[in-house]
């Protein structure tokens, strides 16, 4: 998963509004500045570098994630974007995220959040190019980390 610490942060937010700037552009949107997630990373880094990290690594896998059904043509107009900054390309980014499955089913364990949240929208993801045992697997491993987490969060509320 992506590894998002100080010496790297600034490179990963470049990307990260790379992404969100093309995104706004493409559906027209007019967003209110106050909503915007960079604008958000940059209250969060305000408040703790810590938090803006984990934000930044979160929103970039979500809309990593979201670019799955973006038309060829689109994908290539971004990647053209992305590498004529000198950055990596969307199949070399979201590789990480598409190893996913196959490294937690050969663990046999989600390990935390960020992964649960990919897993869950692979599973969700009816096209995902998963076996239906695969998908079998995934939904039990799953469903483990949410018991786990029930358990530790009612430990926790104790």
Request: glycine share 4%; no cysteine; proline share 3%.
């Amino acid at each position: 998963m992506f590894k998002i610490n100080k010496g790297n942060y600034d490179n990963y937010k470049f990307i990260f509004t790379i992404i969100w700037e093309f995104q706004v552009d493409l559906m027209n949107i007019d967003l209110n500045p106050e909503y915007s997630p960079i604008n958000i990373l940059n209250k969060w880094e305000k408040e703790s570098e810590a938090k803006a990290r984990r934000g930044l690594r979160e929103g970039l896998i979500d809309t990593l994630t979201g670019l799955k059904d973006l038309p060829n043509e689109l994908l290539i107009e971004l990647n053209l974007k992305l590498t004529s900054y000198k950055l990596p390309t969307i199949e070399i980014l979201t590789s990480q995220i598409k190893n996913l499955p196959a490294k937690i089913l050969s663990r046999g364990i989600i390990k935390n959040i960020t992964e649960y949240y990919i897993i869950k929208e692979v599973l969700d993801d009816l096209d995902y190019s998963i076996t239906d045992t695969e998908r079998q697997e995934l939904t039990i491993i799953l469903f483990e980390f949410e018991k786990k987490q029930i358990i530790v969060n009612k430990k926790l509320s104790t």
